[in-house]
């Protein structure tokens, strides 16, 4: 992190090239899926945070949010509503988004808020592991098609469908997390809900599906859906479909998603999984 800073932003021309920045981490063609500069500055001068993260004088990622209330039985709870996170695909590898999550947090803690939720298509690998297992969020909710048909190139060929995020930002796991860094966890020995097969092209397929039954089960996904979609959209829209139906039903009934595990074993194939538990306690302790 040394060739990078992160900071609150807070003038126009930040907003301005955080507009830009969207249009090129999202490959966007119309552009009507990104927050202008006028919402951005707006919100900010309003309990709202946009964090940048710079090389040099350069944005190269940011996260945005705003205040929000979740409705969760009881009284309306004051909390982060996290929108959006970009960083531009070069710089990824530099852990930039984890760290604008992590400078988040603290500014949110800082407005006395002890929430955070935010959306993220659930097999995406890469972001459901950053938000569950290096962040120590949850999932328990499933929305279909969150935002319509989007056109970005991201997003486009798939219904948005969206996990919610709660990120319980005082919780022991959190904090725990954060102390430590990017953790290595063993791989669960948990059943499998989908027993997998692979294509002539190493696709994985789904060929079958146990009873959601135990107290932590595993869900896999695919390791890459951005490729698994650009070279077989049709089985990547059949994943869509089949892990929709398993999640909603699997948060119908108790579980929740706690962590991400993932694995190359030895054929060179890269694997996914979701861990989902049976946790009534979970949210005594958070």
Not at 20 to 30: F, G, I, N, S, T
Not at 110 to 127: C, E, F, I, K, R
Request: hydrophobic fraction near 40%; include cysteine; charge should be neutral.
């Amino acid at each position: 992190m040394q060739n990078f800073s992160i900071r609150l932003c807070k003038s126009w021309d930040e907003c301005v090239e955080c507009e830009e920045l969207q249009k090129l981490v999202w490959e966007m063609q119309d552009y009507r899926d990104a927050v202008p500069a006028n919402l951005l500055i707006t919100a900010i001068k309003n309990g709202g945070l946009l964090v940048g993260a710079f090389e040099g004088t350069r944005m190269v990622g940011f996260a945005f949010g705003f205040l929000g209330y979740d409705y969760d039985g009881g009284a309306p709870r004051l909390k982060h509503t996290s929108h959006m996170l970009g960083v531009l695909p070069e710089m990824r590898v530099y852990g930039l988004g984890a760290e604008l999550k992590w400078f988040q947090r603290a500014e949110a803690l800082a407005q006395g808020l002890d929430l955070m939720t935010w959306t993220y298509d659930p097999l995406q690998s890469v972001n459901a592991y950053l938000n569950l297992t290096r962040l120590g969020a949850i999932a328990r909710r499933y929305y279909r098609d969150a935002y319509g048909e989007m056109t970005d190139a991201l997003n486009v060929g798939l219904a948005s469908d969206r996990f919610q995020v709660e990120w319980h930002l005082r919780n022991e796991r959190v904090k725990r997390l954060r102390a430590a860094g990017n953790p290595h966890v063993p791989l669960s020995d948990a059943p499998s809900v989908y027993r997998i097969e692979w294509t002539a092209l190493g696709f994985p397929v789904i060929v079958d599906e146990n009873p959601l039954r135990g107290e932590i089960l595993r869900v896999e996904i695919p390791s890459d859906i951005t490729v698994l979609k650009r070279d077989a959209l049709p089985l990547a829209i059949q994943w869509r479909e089949r892990t929709r139906s398993t999640f909603e039903r699997a948060f119908a009934s108790g579980y929740i998603a706690t962590r991400v595990d993932r694995e190359t074993r030895a054929d060179g194939r890269q694997r996914v999984w979701y861990i989902l538990e049976l946790r009534p306690d979970l949210f005594d302790s958070i």
